[in-house]
């Protein structure tokens, strides 16, 4: 298992994204965690990288080690920024989850979000701008579902690792979920990892597609 070491390497800058900001390289290096063994992966700039596979073969626990919300070998790497270089807490904010499951810590929902967000984004999603004063606890599965990718953008991530992102929804609200994001991830230029079951979606939405089978990931031919 590796140390953390804390060094304070700035991200390496790239090229800029449609609103100037630079943008990164997600790589995975070696990565075990479970039965999964090894796993090499890098995912460019806006790219949308899917992973699929049996329940339980390891999809959210790779996410997870990714995230650096699980002990794991290897190590993965935003250019070449180690997610052992800084505390786990600020790797978390740049290479951020969004679980199936989401997690909230405040009543009110507006107490998660930034100051100003996006209300253009919650009308797309079929929210008014008083979903904010909403107390969490009202919340649909999914609303939650749909807030949480919200909250997600709305941090400015520098990689995005997407559970099952679409599971509580409807097919209408899929695809305008789906639509949004793929504007997002072009816009932003982050590069993302989406576990998904459903095929049709995964036609949609990916640049790659790998299955995990065993303790490897196999990349399925031609989605590339
Ligand atoms: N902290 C843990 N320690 C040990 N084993 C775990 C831990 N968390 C999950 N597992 C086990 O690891 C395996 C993979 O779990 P994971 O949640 O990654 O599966 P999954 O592919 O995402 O499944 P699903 O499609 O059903 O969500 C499962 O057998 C699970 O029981």
């Not at 070998?73 to 679980?99: K, T």
């Not at 999603?125 to 606890?137: E, I, L």
């Not at 695809?175 to 949004?180: D, L, T």
Request: proline share 4%.
């Amino acid at each position: 298992m590796r140390k953390r070491i804390i060094t304070g390497i700035l991200a390496r800058k790239i090229r800029p994204n449609d609103s100037g900001a630079f943008v990164t390289t997600l790589k995975i290096e070696a990565l075990s965690i479970g039965a999964l063994a090894g796993v090499n992966l890098t995912v460019r700039a806006g790219e949308v990288v899917c992973i699929s596979g049996p329940s339980g073969s390891g999809k959210s626990r790779l996410l997870r080690a990714i995230a650096d919300l699980e002990p794991h070998d290897g190590c993965a790497y935003l250019d070449d920024v180690s997610q052992l270089s800084m505390p786990a807490s600020h790797w978390r904010r740049q290479a951020m989850m969004v679980p199936a499951d989401s997690q909230w810590w405040f009543e009110s929902v507006g107490e998660h979000f930034p100051e100003h967000c996006d209300l253009v984004a919650l009308e797309a999603f079929g929210f008014s701008n008083d979903v904010m004063d909403w107390t969490v606890d009202r919340l649909s599965s999914g609303e939650r579902q749909r807030l949480a990718l919200l909250r997600a953008m709305a941090r400015s991530p520098k990689a995005l690792l997407l559970d099952e992102p679409t599971a509580n929804l409807d097919e209408s609200m899929t695809r305008r979920v789906e639509a949004w994001l793929k504007a997002e991830i072009h816009k932003s230029q982050v590069p993302v990892i989406w576990v998904a079951h459903d095929h049709s979606q995964i036609e949609r939405v990916a640049d790659r597609h790998y299955v995990i089978a065993g303790t490897t990931l196999e990349q399925i031919d031609g989605s590339d």
